[in-house]
């Protein structure tokens, strides 16, 4: 068995806590303007989603679609085949 020596005990009092500096006044105004920079420009880095909409005359409109496919029954019972080019 090994005694490991720590030190000696002291009977002192705590010392005083370490003084803050002060914060900076533009501060909050440098957050909410990166913020709101931020706000502005990201949403604009992210693609534009396109969507087409098509109509279809005489389709009942039970359709299944696969890229670049689709196949639909039309109102007479029969069924309708496209293809599209991208």
């Given at each position: 068995?090994?005694i ?65 496919m ?7 019972g ?9």
């Amino acid at each position: 068995m090994s005694i490991i020596e720590l030190g000696e005990v002291r009977d002192e009092a705590a010392s005083a806590p370490a003084v803050r500096r002060p914060r900076a006044a533009g501060r909050p105004l440098r957050s909410t303007a990166v913020l709101i920079l931020a706000l502005v420009v990201l949403p604009g880095a992210a693609p534009l989603s396109q969507q087409t909409v098509s109509v279809l005359p005489g389709i009942a409109g039970r359709c299944q679609a696969s890229p670049p496919m689709l196949l639909c029954q039309r109102l007479d019972g029969t069924t309708a085949f496209w293809r599209w080019r991208r």
